[in-house]
């Protein structure tokens, strides 16, 4: 008498979980190879030519430029803008900073000798925005909105916050109304006026802040490009888990953020262990809504 075949084995939670971890170490190498590619890209390296060539100002002028355009982005002197093929709209008025004047000058030292010492002062200069000119276009990066619908993507990770006892409100960000998304320890902001699927991108993003970056224990330990780097990995292999596609988007982001393969492997771990926990619980909330 023939035996009966084998009924194939179930596979075990460590067996789906070895699976997760290997999928996801796939998806952060092919969003570490889309990275190394953004940055490779002549219109890459244009956008960073033309970034090393703008002046960073103090801190003390940043607020001066601030508190007389708030709107500003980019500013340089009259001269800087004709260098980048630019020239200043007539009538538009400079923003004034200081800027420093290193002297020399001689004095009698103590024992009847001359020497020479450095001295600062400074002197009022005029700057401006670029939206104060006209001109070749600066290269840029753009990193495109997310346009595809996630309802179901983003409900998940609503449902996943709720449960992590941090509360999701929906709308323009109060002090940043261009900004996507906000998180505060417990408390995240999506910015409503975009397709869900942004949306569901940006409250990923957010929870990966809310897990590894805003905690007591972890604060203070890393970088702000780093912890974009991390958000933004496990935002992208969330996303892809659930059939979003936001790879175009996230290595953008993450190249303008000094991101590079390199990073990204350094940070493998952080960044599989969030996701996996943001994917387990999301994939929680739908089994429970099933048998409810």
Same mark, same amino acid.
């Given at each position: 008498?023939?035996?009966?075949?084998?009924?194939?084995?179930?596979?075990?939670?460590?067996?789906?979980?070895?699976?997760?971890? $290997?999928?996801? &170490?796939?998806?952060?190498?092919?969003?570490?190879?889309?990275? &190394?590619?953004?940055?490779?890209?002549?219109?890459?390296?244009?956008?960073?030519?033309?970034?090393?060539?703008?002046?960073? +100002?103090?801190?003390?002028?940043?607020?001066?430029?601030?508190?007389?355009?708030?709107?500003?982005?980019?500013?340089?002197?009259?001269?800087?803008?004709?260098?980048?093929?630019?020239?200043?709209?007539?009538?538009?008025?400079?923003?004034?900073?200081?800027?420093?004047?290193?002297?020399?000058?001689?004095? !009698?030292?103590?024992?009847?000798?001359?020497?020479?010492?450095?001295?600062?002062?400074?002197?009022?200069?005029?700057?401006?925005?670029?939206?104060?000119?006209?001109?070749?276009? @600066?290269?840029?990066?753009?990193?495109?909105?997310?346009?595809?619908?996630?309802?179901?993507?983003?409900?998940?990770?609503? &449902?996943?916050?709720? $449960?992590?006892?941090?509360?999701?409100?929906?709308?323009?960000?109060?002090?940043?109304?261009?900004?996507?998304?906000?998180?505060?320890?417990?408390?995240?902001?999506?910015? &409503?006026?975009?397709?869900?699927?942004?949306?569901?991108?940006?409250?990923?993003?957010? @929870?990966?802040? !809310?897990?590894?970056?805003?905690?007591?224990?972890?604060?203070?330990?890393?970088?702000?490009?780093?912890?974009?780097?991390?958000?933004?990995?496990?935002? +992208?292999?969330?996303?892809?888990?659930?059939?979003?596609?936001?790879?175009?988007?996230?290595?953008? +982001?993450?190249?303008?953020?000094?991101?590079?393969?390199?990073? @990204?492997?350094?940070?493998?771990?952080?960044?599989?262990?969030?996701?996996?926990?943001?994917?387990?619980?999301?994939?929680?909330?739908?089994?429970?809504?099933?048998?409810?």
């Amino acid at each position: 008498m023939a035996s009966l075949p084998e009924s194939p084995r179930k596979p075990s939670g460590k067996d789906k979980a070895k699976a997760l971890r $290997t999928r996801i &170490d796939d998806d952060v190498e092919s969003l570490a190879k889309a990275v &190394d590619a953004v940055r490779a890209s002549d219109t890459f390296k244009a956008f960073l030519d033309v970034q090393a060539r703008f002046h960073r +100002y103090s801190w003390h002028n940043v607020m001066l430029i601030l508190s007389q355009r708030p709107s500003a982005s980019r500013v340089a002197g009259f001269k800087a803008w004709n260098g980048f093929g630019r020239h200043v709209c007539k009538g538009e008025h400079g923003i004034m900073i200081f800027a420093p004047r290193p002297f020399k000058k001689e004095r !009698e030292s103590t024992n009847g000798d001359t020497e020479t010492v450095d001295g600062l002062t400074f002197r009022p200069v005029y700057v401006f925005d670029v939206s104060q000119t006209d001109g070749e276009p @600066l290269p840029k990066v753009d990193v495109p909105t997310v346009a595809a619908a996630a309802d179901t993507l983003l409900a998940r990770l609503t &449902d996943v916050a709720t $449960t992590r006892g941090i509360a999701v409100t929906f709308g323009k960000i109060a002090d940043r109304p261009d900004a996507f998304g906000a998180s505060n320890n417990g408390a995240i902001e999506v910015n &409503d006026a975009h397709p869900t699927g942004q949306q569901a991108k940006t409250l990923a993003h957010e @929870l990966a802040h !809310e897990a590894l970056h805003w905690n007591e224990k972890e604060r203070g330990t890393f970088t702000h490009s780093l912890a974009e780097l991390e958000a933004e990995s496990v935002a +992208y292999v969330v996303c892809r888990r659930f059939g979003l596609d936001v790879e175009v988007r996230a290595s953008r +982001y993450i190249a303008l953020w000094g991101g590079d393969a390199k990073s @990204l492997r350094e940070s493998l771990d952080r960044i599989a262990t969030t996701a996996r926990g943001i994917i387990d619980d999301a994939e929680s909330v739908e089994t429970r809504k099933a048998v409810a």
